[in-house]
């Protein structure tokens, strides 16, 4: 079943996240894909994520579904104009991949040509306006079409640190909703209470929320990112249960390699777009994703060792977390 059916049924799905190679070389990514096929719904292909120039996600979302897997495409303002995004949403249709996922890129302080000059020649409700209008059969020249494409379209929501910005991400999804996006995927979520909560705000949406997974691999990651990133909700209490799980790998040299990690992202503020987007990708050794709780999750990277589920897994970290 498909992807775009399986949202509208209410069923839970599981999503992975893969980048495309920085090259040509696609051999990763097809055994990554492979690793992963049939224990996902579909997977999640970043376009140049985090600033960095690498095959377009359209490219990757080819060799995705030659794999038999579905993928889903990131779409954002900052690389192309109106006319171009127009193109490859219409390229895409005739490729098969029918999957947007309409996103906020980053910043480019934070990638590898920092000199790029950003467009956005629309905003993500534009953007979201101008796929509605296509699936209409018109362009946004208001010119017709020969031949109606269909997409199933997301959106996201950015982290937020208290109610009042909640208030205003919550605002700006009912708007993107209203411009046509059918589902939301959250931030990553650290904290079951604080996501209950905010489910019980985001449930007059009435579209399905897709909940986040990320795999906090150190306690040094976890405590960068409670520090320097408010919006994560992630406790002291959560970084001493990471601290004392008793199967988190503690070898001299995974420590050694975290604490080198650490060091380079408190050093260098560029890599802090990456880590927290960990994908699994043409880099990541291991084996597949495990499911979360609730409507279904996106998986970032899933180490080797990650135990599978049994009965009804949650977002709880304490089997899920390692390293010190």
Do not use: W
Not at 13 to 40: C, F, H, Q, W, Y
């Amino acid at each position: 079943m498909s992807f775009q059916k399986q949202l509208a049924r209410g069923e839970f799905v599981v999503l992975a996240e893969m980048d495309t190679p920085k090259g040509v070389d696609i051999s990763d990514l097809i055994t990554n894909a492979r690793r992963v096929k049939s224990r996902v719904d579909a997977v999640i292909i970043p376009d140049m994520g985090d600033g960095m120039m690498r095959m377009s996600a359209l490219g990757g979302a080819v060799v995705m579904q030659q794999q038999g897997i579905e993928a889903i495409i990131h779409v954002f303002c900052r690389d192309r104009n109106k006319m171009a995004l127009q193109g490859d949403l219409l390229s895409a249709h005739v490729l098969g991949v029918q999957n947007l996922l309409v996103v906020h890129g980053e910043d480019m302080d934070y990638g590898d040509h920092r000199d790029a000059k950003p467009v956005n020649d629309l905003d993500e409700l534009s953007l979201l306006g101008a796929i509605k209008s296509l699936q209409e059969g018109v362009d946004l020249a208001g010119i017709d079409l020969k031949g109606i494409p269909s997409f199933s379209v997301g959106c996201t929501i950015a982290p937020y640190t208290d109610d009042k910005t909640l208030d205003a991400e919550l605002e700006l999804a009912q708007k993107k909703i209203d411009a046509g996006a059918q589902y939301i995927i959250t931030p990553p979520v650290f904290d079951m209470e604080h996501f209950s909560s905010f489910l019980e705000r985001a449930k007059g949406l009435g579209v399905p929320i897709i909940p986040t997974v990320f795999l906090l691999k150190s306690v040094g990651i976890a405590r960068y990112m409670a520090t320097n990133e408010p919006g994560a909700h992630i406790s002291e209490q959560m970084i001493q249960r990471i601290r004392k799980s008793p199967d988190r790998i503690t070898t001299n040299a995974g420590e050694a390699e975290q604490e080198d990690v650490s060091t380079e992202i408190e050093k260098d503020g560029r890599k802090r777009a990456a880590l927290l987007h960990t994908p699994l990708d043409e880099n990541t050794e291991g084996g597949g994703p495990t499911k979360g709780d609730r409507r279904g999750d996106t998986l970032q990277q899933v180490p080797d060792g990650v135990p599978e589920p049994t009965g009804n897994s949650n977002l709880d970290h304490d089997s899920k977390e390692e390293e010190d």
